[in-house]
Nanobody, 125 residues
Framework: QVYLVESGGGLVQAGGSLRLSCATS????????MGWFRQAPGKERQFVAA????????YYAGSVMRRFTISRDNAKNTVYLEMNGLKPEDTAVYYC??????????????????WGHGTQVTVSS
C-alpha cells in the first residue's frame, strides 16, 4: 500500500513562509518523480512544482518561481516545498503526488499515480 502524507500547512500572513513536507511509504521513492499541486475552492487542481528522482531537476509553475523551492531527501523518502513570499492567492489545499519517470508531462496531474490527502495553506492579507 502506498501512502503519501502531507504536513506543514497552516495560516500565515502575506509575505510569510511555510515549509510543507510529504512523507511517503510503500513505494520506491528514489524511482519516482515527485510533484506538488494545489487546489483552491471552485478551481481546478493546479501544478505547483515537481522534482526529478535524483533531485537535480526541478520544475515550477510560473506563478511560484523564485518564491517556492522543491527539494527531496531520498534517504528519508520525503519531498519538501519551501514557500516564501506567500500571497493570498496561494491559499489552497496542497497535495503531493508521485509519478514514474518517463510517464509524460509532469506539469499535468494525470501522469501522477499516487496522491496524498492534502494540507491546507491559508494566506491572510
Amino acid at each position: 500500500q502506498v501512502y503519501l502524507v502531507e504536513s506543514g500547512g497552516g495560516l500565515v500572513q502575506a509575505g510569510g513562509s511555510l515549509r510543507l513536507s510529504c512523507a511517503t511509504s510503500g513505494l520506491t521513492f528514489s524511482d519516482h518523480v515527485m510533484g506538488w499541486f494545489r487546489q483552491a475552492p471552485g478551481k481546478e487542481r493546479q501544478f505547483v512544482a515537481a522534482i526529478s528522482w535524483s533531485g537535480d531537476l526541478p520544475y515550477y509553475a510560473g506563478s511560484v518561481m523564485r518564491r517556492f523551492t522543491i527539494s527531496r531527501d531520498n534517504a528519508k523518502n520525503t519531498v519538501y516545498l519551501e514557500m516564501n513570499g506567500l500571497k493570498p492567492e496561494d491559499t489552497a489545499v496542497y497535495y503531493c503526488a508521485s509519478a514514474r519517470p518517463g510517464s509524460g508531462n509532469y506539469y499535468t496531474y494525470s501522469v501522477y499515480d499516487h496522491w496524498g490527502h492534502g494540507t491546507q495553506v491559508t494566506v491572510s492579507s
